[in-house]
């Protein structure tokens, strides 16, 4: 999966030697006057470079020097980050990306990261190199598992952080967290990038229990007779059509004291979809492996929680089946009842992630948690409206929008609020049951699903709704820590920010 090992020294770069150094570049303050490399002693050995403004220092410049045979290093690769005070923890993360195929494309094996002066402030540093982390093994991810190669044969890079910081406690944890998130979010994107016939709702919930063990998650994956039991009609109406069986995977962590109310995921886990009887096109529907990209992030940030050890409790539910146009399928105009016994009347069978979703949602809500969110690949309105650069969520409660907005500064990750008001759930009210599963209105598709949602989760209980329906796969020419066509494992870096807020 991830072809880097990351190691953090405490020491002055200066007394090293390796294949490769790695500085930093930042344009002057002063207009007209050279950029400044973040390493002293580089930058007057690059001081021609510097002068003649080849490099610049702008975000996103990558220079290598080949043979450059300076102090104990072979070559030395000068990467661009801007402006300070334009200087984020995602340009950090995209910097580490940059540098990461720069490596590769020189085909250095090991390279060594002046850290000490990228920052002004200790803190910012600290941050910076949590960010540095997950870039590098962001990028790092591919997915190979299915091609005739030998393994074996695949080279390891090895990736160097020097600082004279490395053995501060708060630089360590940083290290770590930065890790761990990318190594869950990596576990996320091979979760969604496995196809239909090696990733069923068995194979998810056996892979989920896999991964949990070692750590302090229980996970337990509920078959077809106990969906029965527990009176789930949208999970079990859409798995109908389909000869693998539903699961509905249950996570619990507790971090916290057993009095503290948990906080609660949700995450669709649609294996693949062809969009049952109502079936969709073929062109791309081999994209629909993606389908349970919303379970994946759940399943990737509980991973993170239990692993980063945080003080609260939390709870996640991943409703998983196929969505197949068998012969015992959901019909159109068919009706099924929610875990809630509301009854829901199927205009198309394809609008199937909200059916599954509802009775995660009616269980969560027993719960009692102190929030609940849900993720899915839900509906192409929100790709109209947003492409894939904006994840799109719905909430009515302005406390938890700050929180995921905040949230969302942290991780890096871009979010957008949309509306949901109470026109988009009238919208969705059914002609022969409590609830038709698509509009009667015809625009605003992701709001009115998101309506649909909300009839689902009690009233007092705060919650949102994320759409990643366009943010979770196929985002490298936007991302460049993303492959160009694989999952991205969006929104777990921000899931994990938010659990943070409630320790």
């Known amino acids: 999966m991830a072809n880097i090992q990351v190691h953090l020294h405490a020491k002055d770069i200066s007394t090293l030697n390796g294949d490769t150094l790695v500085v930093f570049t930042k344009p002057n ?27 610049t220092g702008v975000n996103g410049e990558v220079l290598s020097f080949r043979e450059a045979r300076f102090l104990g290093f072979r070559n030395v690769i000068s990467i661009g980050l801007g402006a300070d005070n334009k200087m984020t923890h995602e340009t950090i993360r995209q910097a580490a990306a940059a540098l990461y195929k720069e490596a590769k494309a020189i085909k250095t094996k090991e390279f060594f990261v002046h850290l000490d002066g990228i920052a002004t402030s200790q803190n910012d540093l600290v941050e910076y190199t949590k960010a540095f982390v997950e870039g590098l093994h962001l990028c790092s991810y591919s997915f190979n598992e299915l091609k005739t190669v030998d393994q074996k044969k695949t080279e390891v890079m090895q990736a160097h952080l020097v600082t004279k910081l490395g053995k501060n406690k708060a630089m360590q944890a940083a290290f770590n967290e930065g890790t761990i998130l990318a190594a869950c979010t990596n576990f996320a994107k091979r979760l969604g990038d496995l196809p239909g016939n090696l990733m069923t709702p068995t194979i998810l919930a056996e892979e989920t229990i896999a991964a949990a063990k070692g750590t302090s998650l229980k996970v337990t994956a509920w078959d077809k007779k106990r969906i029965e039991k527990e009176n789930m009609g949208g ?3 859409v798995a109908r059509g389909s000869a693998e069986e539903p699961r509905f995977i249950v996570m619990e962590y507790k971090g916290a004291a057993a009095t503290k109310k948990p906080i609660a995921f949700v995450g ?21 492996k993606y389908d349970m990209c919303g379970g994946a992030a759940v399943i990737g940030t509980m991973l993170a929680i239990s ?11 991943v409703p998983a089946t196929e969505n197949m146009p068998g012969s015992r399928a959901t019909k159109p105009g068919d009706v099924h009842t929610a875990r ?3 009854t829901f009347e199927i ?6 992630g909200r059916l599954i979703l509802s009775d995660a949602l009616v269980y969560a809500s027993e719960q009692k948690p102190q929030f609940i969110i849900d993720t899915a690949t839900l509906t192409g309105a929100i790709v ?3 492409g894939n650069i904006h994840t799109g969520y719905f909430t009515r409660n302005a406390a938890f929008k700050n929180k995921i907005e905040k949230a969302a500064v942290e991780s890096g990750e871009l979010v957008w609020n949309m509306p949901l008001v109470d026109a988009h759930v009238k919208d969705m009210k059914g002609t022969f049951a409590d609830l038709s599963n698509v509009s009667s209105a015809g625009g605003a598709g992701s709001a009115t699903a998101a309506g649909f949602l909300e009839q689902f989760v009690d009233a007092d209980i705060p919650w949102a709704h994320f759409d990643i329906a366009g943010t979770a796969w196929a985002c490298g020419n936007r991302l460049n820590y993303c492959t160009s066509k694989g999952a991205t494992g969006v929104m777990v870096r921000t899931f994990v920010e938010i659990a943070k807020q409630y320790v």
């Open 340 to 342: 809630n016994g509301k």
């Open 384 to 386: 109209v409206a947003l």
């Open 347 to 352: 205009n198309n069978t394809d609008a199937e």
């Open 307 to 317: 692993q980063l050890k945080l003080k609260v409790n939390v709870v996640a539910y």
């Open 29 to 55: 303050a002063v207009k007209d006057k050279p950029a400044k490399i973040t390493h002293a002693e580089t930058s007057k050995a690059l001081d021609s470079a510097l002068e003649d403004k080849i490099l």
């Open 268 to 288: 669709k886990g649609l294996t693949f979809d062809t969009g049952g009887i109502s079936i969709k096109p073929s062109a791309k529907m081999e994209e629909m």
């Open 235 to 237: 999970l079990l109406g």
